[in-house]
């Protein structure tokens, strides 16, 4: 088992010694517009492909009916003579139909 990891050990160091030249040709590579847009596409589609896997939609509905009450008790709550309380304007209660 030792020699295995002495070996593999062995095989790091041998790359090591090329880490300059593949730098540089890494380095040449990207000096290319062409080259750096195909990366920066391979990039963004690989990103896309595992926000797509990784991350579930959710249904934000009953959230929303959750908020719109709420926001409706609390202009309900007003007593006569206090400071007028108004609904935020915001892109999150847009999404509200009773708020829009």
Do not use: W
Not at 35 to 50: A, H, M, P, S, T
Request: one cysteine or more; charged letters at 25%.
């Amino acid at each position: 088992m030792q020699a295995m990891m002495l070996k593999t050990l062995g095989i790091f160091d041998e790359i090591r010694k090329y880490i300059p030249v593949i730098t540089e040709k890494v380095l040449d590579f990207l000096e290319s517009p062409e080259n750096r847009d195909k990366l920066k596409g391979f990039v963004i589609q690989k990103l896309d492909e595992y926000t797509a896997n990784a991350f579930a939609e959710v249904d934000y509905t009953y959230h929303n009916e959750v908020l719109a009450n709420i926001i409706m008790i609390i202009a309900r709550l007003q007593l006569p003579g206090s400071r007028k309380r108004s609904v935020p304007s915001t892109p999150m209660f847009s999404s509200i139909p009773c708020l829009r």
